[in-house]
Every structure is written in C-alpha cells, then in structure tokens.
C-alpha cells in the first residue's frame, strides 16, 4: 500500500504559477508510474502528466507546454502560465503494475491516490 499527499495548491491570478508536490509513504521513484489528475465542479476526472519510471513524461494537450512534470524522491508539478480553466482539484496517482512503455492518463490504470489539493485561477 502507497500513501500519496499532496501539497502545493493554492489560488492564483491568470498567468501566474504555482508547484504541487506529492509526498509519498515509500520510495517510488524507481518502481511506479506516476501522474498528476485534475478535477473540476461537474467535470469527469481528467489526466493532465504522467511520468514513467525513467522519467519521461506525457502531457495532456491542455497543459503541453505551460505544465511540467519530474520525479525523484518527491512528484512534482510545475503549473505556468495558468489560466481560469485550470481550476480544480488535482490529485496524484500510482500505478504499481505498468513496467514498460509510456505513462498513461487513463485513470482507470492507477491503483493509489492522494486526497488532492485545491487549485484556483482567477482571471
């Protein structure tokens, strides 16, 4: 069992930034799949970065170039450039079984979550 918490959120203007971490209970760094969700009033949950045990990110096309995602002890993400839309919960997942190829941002392929933290852009 992984524990996941996230920290970070916060509320924000258009165009700022903010960094969301993911403390976790064990070292996952070289073991799990990781990736950062979001959630918004009324929306279906919706994948936003993953990361693959060597590191190697995917973006939605919603946050490709403004978002970025790392690993090493601690999952991060680094938010730019945010706009109204980004608001919304966001919560980081683990996916224990995947090994090879690239991340997914199918929520179903994530077994662990943390609680999330709250992200709100005004504009």
Known sequence: QVQLVESGGGSVQAGGSL?????????????YYMAWFRQAPGKEREG?????????????NSVKGR???SRDITLTLQMNSLKPEDTAMYYCAADRRRRFGPASLD?????YWGQG????VSS
């Open 48 to 60: 936003v970065a993953g990361i693959d045990i060597l590191g190697t990110p995917v973006y939605s």
């Open 107 to 111: 929520s179903g392929m994530y077994d």
């Open 117 to 120: 933290t709250q992200v709100t």
């Open 67 to 69: 978002f970025t995602i």
């Open 19 to 31: 960094r969301l971490s993911c403390a976790t209970s064990t070292d996952t760094s070289d073991r």
